[in-house]
């Protein structure tokens, strides 16, 4: 089975602050994604990637950066936090783009006070 | 931009009772449909996926989709307390994103 680990798994910051979010994915996907998920929205995609060095922005971008450094690192940058960004973040990985499983992390619970 | 919704927002059956869980989208191009589960403070896992119309069947769950009613659902017979969780029905769209529902909570009373 896939495996995807995040870190750190809670994160406390304060308004304005910087934050790394990081994911690893042993499984050799070419795909790798950030959600975050909130009561009332569900699971909205932040940014996505294809490859090492490969960056697409998603539905909710405003606000994140993400970095991929290779097939099997990818980052989520949050460069002045806000309490808005106050989330429970997944990353995910797969091997087929749009029509295959996908595989998650355990989560990292942000809150931004 | 693809819409998905789900219904009902929340569920409790009884132990053994069948689960009956919808959701609508709205990209008629759509052709991945997939079913996800999400116990409470974990990861949301792969259940099911159905790529064309009609019914597919995986021990006590079953998805149905009707690609001309923009509709899927998932079926889980003999329900049990594990089943308890939060359920995301999920559609890929436009860019071959996947769009995620809100979900459906699912509570199996014994």
């Known amino acids: 089975e896939a495996a995807v680990t995040q870190s750190p798994r809670n994160k406390v910051t304060v308004t304005g602050g910087n934050v790394t979010l990081s994911c690893r994915q042993t499984?050799?996907?070419?795909?790798m994604y950030w959600y975050r998920q909130d009561t009332g929205h569900g699971l909205r995609l932040i940014h996505y990637s294809y490859g090492a060095g490969n960056l697409q922005i998603g539905d909710v971008p405003d606000g994140y950066k993400a970095t991929r450094t290779t097939q099997e690192d990818f980052f989520l940058l949050l460069e002045l936090a806000s309490p808005s960004q106050t989330s429970l973040y997944f990353c995910?990985?797969?091997?087929?783009w749009g029509g295959g499983e996908q595989y998650f992390g355990p989560g990292t619970r942000l809150t931004v006070l | 931009q693809q819409k998905v919704q789900q219904s009902p927002e929340s569920l409790i059956v009884p132990e053994g009772a069948m689960t009956s869980l919808n959701c609508t989208f709205s990209d008629s191009a759509s052709q991945y449909f997939a079913w996800y589960r999400q116990h409470s403070g974990k990861a949301p896992k792969a259940l099911m996926s159905?790529?064309?119309?009609g019914e597919k069947e995986e021990g006590r769950f079953t998805i149905h989709l009707n690609k001309a009613s923009l509709h899927f659902s998932l079926h889980i017979r003999d329900s049990q307390p594990s089943d308890s969780a939060l359920y995301l029905c999920a559609v890929n769209s436009a860019g071959n994103k996947l769009t995620f529902g809100i979900g459906t909570r699912v509570l199996v009373r014994p």
């Open positions: 159905i790529f064309s119309n």
């Open positions: 499984n050799s996907h070419n795909y």
């Open positions: 995910a990985s797969s091997d087929v």
